[in-house]
């Protein structure tokens, strides 16, 4: 540790880290405030729904930048062997997509929900059982031979 | 001759045992660390579950409680000093900063433990005990907040959503309005909260643009307290953890136990590992909680 930084220096990047951490988190909550609206003067920004979309993507990636922060610095990954490095993180990326993924899938079963409770609601009329063609072209129907039974 | 290729024999079976006998380290590092390092995969894989299942619920349901409405109190009635009554995430925020300080202590920790300061391992230790300690109380007001005061429980949320705009009928203590008053207006997407006046729930009856029928305010989804309970308190419980863990390591420094040592403070630098993985949590589930 100390051959790439002097004490004094080490002691002054965990504070400038505190610090960058700390910017990151308030503008982070700035955003979140600002898509519902809270913002003074910003109300309309509650009012698109792909602000919304935008600011969640950038919350992700704020949030990601500060997991990076944390991971690299703060729990010195940046300083160990590369190899150690992919080895944990490639299973939390994954994990990361999982958590994006199952998101999303949540989103997709409440419009089937709503697909569903749509179709049940449909009021259509009951038709007599003819076939359609026959019912559109209004034709009489041809006398019928028996069924063999 | 002969003496030569023994030598280089002899060198590489040394070379051979040494790299079985324990004397090589896998990725340069020592065991405790490298197996610290896959706990906390592990446990980010827990915690990665729960939070998948609160998204996958959350984003299927046609209504949510916005976080912002639910989460905007503050301790000592403070919040009233606020436009509104309201400190949206406020108080939430101050716990992220307290957890990202107690982490930034941590790392002077660790740091001077790598100059085998003693004292100063132990100073730094007990700052982020502290740290933790108080984002520990803080969530524990936050708990009590909304289980004594707002009565939120595990099956029952009184934080509900309007799906449309409309007006209420009734006061926020659920009397009719009096002749002349506005009657209060809402928005579609705006979150209530159904209050408690002399032990029963107030539901307040409304009626919205699209249907003139009177409706009462309806309790919202009851995921949201067993989702909440369950992931900040296990959040809360590694903290607590975590703490305990220090505890014991900041005594085992103090009493001089890591200076004989081998790889010497190298046990602050594990526990050092855990705490950050604790703020690192934290930082996703402030993510998926309150920002989203």
Not at chain 2, 33 to 42: A, Q
Not at chain 2, 43 to 51: E, N, V
Not at chain 2, 159 to 177: I, M, P
Not at chain 2, 244 to 258: E, F, K, P, R, T
């Amino acid at each position: 540790m100390a051959e790439h930084l002097s004490y004094e220096d080490s002691k002054r990047m965990v504070f400038k880290g505190l610090g960058l951490l700390a910017v990151i988190t308030l503008i982070e909550v700035i955003f979140s405030l600002g898509s519902a609206g809270y913002l003074p003067g910003l109300g309309f920004l509650s009012d698109y729904a792909w602000i919304g979309y935008l600011i969640g993507f950038i919350l992700i990636s704020l949030s990601l930048y500060k997991a990076y922060y944390i991971i690299y610095e703060f729990m010195h990954m940046g300083h160990e062997v590369k190899s150690l490095a992919a080895t944990v993180l490639l299973p939390v990326a994954l994990l990361f997509w999982a958590m994006v993924a199952f998101f999303q899938e949540g989103s997709v079963w409440g419009e089937r929900r709503e697909l569903i409770s749509d179709k049940n609601n449909i009021e259509a009329p009951i038709l007599p059982a003819v076939p359609a063609i026959e019912r559109n072209q209004q034709r009489e129907l041809p006398a019928q031979e028996p069924v063999e039974q | 001759m002969a003496t030569a290729t023994e030598t280089t024999v002899v060198t590489d079976h040394h070379e051979e045992e040494a790299s079985w006998d324990g004397a090589a380290k896998p990725f340069r590092v020592g065991y405790g660390k490298l197996m610290m390092w896959y706990f906390l995969v592990s446990d980010a894989f827990t915690f990665a579950g729960f939070l998948i299942a609160y998204g996958a619920l959350r984003f299927s349901m046609p209504s949510w409680p916005v976080p912002d409405v639910v989460f905007s109190t503050l301790p000592f009635g403070l919040h009233e000093f606020l436009p509104g009554d309201k400190a949206p995430l406020i108080f939430v925020t101050f716990m992220s900063f307290v957890l990202i300080v107690s982490s930034a202590t941590m790392v002077r920790a660790v740091q001077e433990g790598a100059r085998e300061n003693k004292s100063g391992v132990v100073k730094w230790i007990l700052l982020t005990v502290i740290g933790g300690a108080t984002f520990l109380g803080c969530q524990a007001w936050e708990w009590s907040n909304l289980i004594g005061h707002e009565h939120m429980g595990l099956r029952t949320n009184p934080f509900g959503t309007h799906v449309e705009d409309g007006y209420y009928l009734e006061d926020s203590h659920g009397h009719a309005y009096e002749a002349g008053t506005e009657p209060e207006r809402f928005e579609a997407g705006e979150t209530f909260l159904i209050h408690q006046e002399g032990g029963d729930w107030v539901q307040r009856s409304f009626v919205t643009e699209t249907n003139p029928e009177p409706q009462r305010q309806s309790f919202g989804p009851k995921a949201f307290g067993a989702l909440f309970f369950f992931i900040t308190g296990f959040h809360g419980f590694h903290v607590f953890s975590g703490l305990v863990i220090l505890s014991i390591i900041a005594m085992n420094s103090a009493s001089g136990q890591y200076v004989e040592r081998r790889n010497g403070y190298e046990m602050v630098e594990k526990v050092g590992l855990y705490w950050h993985f604790v703020d690192l949590v934290w930082v996703f589930v402030f993510l998926v909680f309150y920002l989203i």
